[in-house]
């Protein structure tokens, strides 16, 4: 079994930037890929930013590209997502989640572990 614990997240205006940080436990970090994904109040969940096994390769949504950064610390059983320039739209409960395999995964459905949740509030 794998627990997801989020952390990093609050209140902050547009244009800040905010660092979420997901810590594992419980099995081996690097044999899983991971995920960030976020759900706005009224919206489906989203895949926010995906990173595969090594760290090596990764994805966003077109949404936050070029704005946030997803990583990891095999070393430390830890993920993080930079967010700068944040903007309204990208307030929602941010949610990491784990999945066994080494390549990036797009999908919710395809991720076996997820954490809490983690709320990020920009205002205008």
């Known amino acids: 079994q794998v627990q997801l614990v989020e952390s990093g997240g609050g209140l902050v205006q547009a244009g800040a930037s905010l660092r979420l940080s997901c810590a594992a436990s419980g099995r081996t970090f690097s044999s899983f890929a991971m995920g960030w994904f976020r759900q706005a109040p009224g919206k489906e969940r989203e895949l926010t930013a995906a990173?595969?096994?090594?760290?090596?390769?990764?994805s966003y949504a077109d949404s936050v590209k070029g704005r946030f950064t997803i990583s990891r610390d095999n070393a430390k059983n830890t993920a993080y997502l930079q967010m700068n320039s944040l903007k309204p739209e990208d307030t929602a409960v941010y949610y990491c989640?784990?999945?066994?395999?080494?390549?990036?995964?797009?999908?919710?459905?395809?991720?076996?572990?997820w954490g809490q949740g983690t709320q990020v509030t920009v205002s205008s």
């Open positions: 989640a784990l999945v066994r395999g080494s390549r990036l995964y797009y999908r919710d459905y395809e991720y076996d572990y």
């Open positions: 990173i595969n096994w090594s760290g090596g390769t990764t």
